[in-house]
């Protein structure tokens, strides 16, 4: 098992940013990929960026590319996300998610499937 606790989310005026956390407990952390999703309020949960076991490959979904940033440090346990430039479409429930090889396959990485253990989310609105 693998327990993961987002935390950082909040109102922030538009053109802001955020620091999102994600700590994991139990199983060894820094033999998973990590991801964040996001869920909006009424739709789907959709994936915002991964990050492999060893911090050197990441993705990110559209729409994010260039104004978010995923990191981990594997010595705390934790897997962070980065928001700058912050929009109003930002705005949703951020989960991390831990996946043993999100990378096995093309765009298995944004499958909420491949996911074995979710966080229970961090919710993020940005608002004048």
């Known amino acids: 098992q693998l327990q993961l606790v987002e935390s950082g989310g909040g109102l922030v005026q538009p053109g802001g940013s955020l620091r999102l956390s994600c700590v994991a407990s139990g199983r060894s952390f820094s033999s998973y990929g990590m991801a964040w999703f996001r869920q909006a309020l009424g739709k789907e949960r959709h994936f915002v960026a991964v990050?492999?076991?060893?911090?050197?490959?990441?993705v990110y979904g559209d729409g994010v590319k260039g104004r978010f940033t995923i990191s981990r440090d594997n010595a705390k346990n934790t897997v962070y996300l980065q928001m700058n430039s912050l929009e109003p479409e930002d705005t949703a429930v951020y989960y991390c998610a831990a996946s043993p090889n999100p990378f096995r396959e093309r765009l298995a990485w944004a499958r909420t499937a491949e996911y074995d253990y979710w966080g229970q989310g961090t919710q993020v609105t940005v608002s004048s």
């Open positions: 990050i492999t076991w060893n911090g050197e490959t990441t």
